[in-house]
């Protein structure tokens, strides 16, 4: 069903090949989706960071299942058997370090995965539902980081667990039912535990599923380039094998490096010292943080003194993100040819950073104030300066096509 | 799969026996299969959502009696109800004229004093912040009091006075009061 001139590799002429696909075309999905697949010629480095979060979910799901294979998934076993993990089992240290500083690995490249797409307009028509599918994963990740954080079950699991679970309850009349219902008993106990490894277990699953309709969707129209303007043809194109499996590889290497980095010599760096208190139900620890990439919205959540209105804020904040295809209004995709959208994008870069280092910071005098104000700015940068500068905005006369740029600097 | 359309279905012609109205036979066996076979699904689904609340150990775990006769005014105790913190404060004098003043005071959760305790000098209430669920401070003498005298949560900021009634901050609740009754005057039962 390729729509491009699909010419196939010569390793499909290979008798095997040829009987196998006659009953189940799989080489020539691999071959069309993968090896032979055109991509735009243009693609830059931030185009990496999809194949990285791929590479991340399959770490993720490899050092999860392995460290399963030792954990214990009750109040009264499970500090320990992280302990045992981490002293006993042979190279459970390492299993472990994978996947504590994976998952921070993870949220790093996606979130970078998403930045690119804001900058470059990739939410637009014809790409709006690969980007909620995007946003459904985003989601995902966070249930299952959120959940995973908890199975060790020391100070922070239990009341970051506590406090998470407790948002639901400002939802008006059934807000306390839910949150029984959630916890399955009066409060985080054994019983939340064990639905919590059930569904840390089962999620990053959905998540393979979803990254599958992600890809599908992608490879209906094709990626977006940093141009972002459509292929007009043959010429604008280069099959994935080998320019951009070579390209990926060299950034895993790269990637590889850093990860490494956190996990062989700073595997704490990330990591909140309370996690090594086993969990307390009577005692809160004086100042209860998220992991870091939990911040910027915790900063929304506390930046509201309302119950209801800092949970309905802070969910609003990723809501948004699924109605931003049509609330920027421009017609052109890349920031590159959008002087005054750049600044804007820039500004809402160092509010969401700004954001980050408020939510861990005590919610009080300059950092609450801060945070309020970057929370203003976060939501006027979707609901005014976008649909504004969609409007009033010039943007830079477009290339011809993808060719065109490429061609004249490499004539010069 | 047959698709079950009305229109197709009462012109085809194997499409069975039609009423005069043009309905066919076998629309009322597609609709009622169909609301059938969708309202077992319902029920099971049911089944495994209700898996998931308390369940009857749980549910059975849900008294427990404190003894009070060791306690000296001015001194709180932290028991287990439930798997939370209950706060037991044997208030003194000038505790219960505070709160009973207050009574007056700009309350966001308006409650008096008076209806939040059986015996003025017991005040009991589960130990957790009605914002999102820590366990707020001032059951030592060390421990911050917040700017009312009584509790503060460190978790987001709220401020609890010495009837437990919410002042300042996110939370929107007083602290809740359980339901107790004394088996004596220095027994306690909590639920
Ligand atoms: C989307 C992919 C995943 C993410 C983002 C994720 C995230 C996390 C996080 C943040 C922790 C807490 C680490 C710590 O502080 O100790 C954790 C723990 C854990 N995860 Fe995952 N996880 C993922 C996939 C999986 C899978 C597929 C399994 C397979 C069963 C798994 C099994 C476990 C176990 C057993 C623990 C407890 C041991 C420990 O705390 O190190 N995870 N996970
Ligand atoms: S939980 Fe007490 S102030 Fe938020």
Redesign the pocket.
Known sequence: MAKYDYVPSPFMSNPIVKWVDHRLPIFEMVDQQLIKYPAPRNLNYWWNFGSLAGV??VV????????????Q?STVA?FD??ER?MRDVNYGWL??YM??N???M??VVVYIHIARGLYYGSYKAPREILWWLGLLIFL??MA?????????W?Q??FWGATVITNLFSAIPLVGKSIVTWLWGGFSVDNPTLNRF?AL??????V?AGLVLLHLWALHVHGSNNPLGIDAKGPQDKIPFHPYYTVKDAFGLSVFLIIYAYFVFFNPYML?DPD?WIPANPLVTPPHIVP?WYFLPFYAILRSVPDKLGGVTLMFGAIAILFVLPWLDTSRVRSGRFRPAFRVFFWLFMVVTVTLGWCGSQPPEGMALTIGQICTVLYFLHFLVFLPLLGWFERPLPLPASIAEPVLKSAAK | MAQPGTSTLTTSPGGGRQHEDGTARRDFLYLSATAFGATGAVLTGWAFISSMNPSADVLALSSTEVNLSAMQPGQAITVVWRGKPVFVRYRTPEEIAKAKADDKADLRDPELDSKRVQKSQWLILVGVCTHLGCVPLGQKPTDPHGDFGGWFCPCHGSHYDTSGRIRKGPAPKNLEVPTYTFLNDTTIRIG
Do not use: D, K
């Open positions: 991340m979910l993720m799901i490899l050092s999860g299942i392995f460290l399963a294979m030792n954990y998934p499970a058997s992280v993990i299993l472990r996947h504590m994976g998952a921070s993870f949220f995902a990740m299952t980081a959120f959940m995973g954080y908890v199975l060790p020391g922070m699991s490894f840390h277990y089962l999620l990053p699953f998540i990591g996690n992991e």
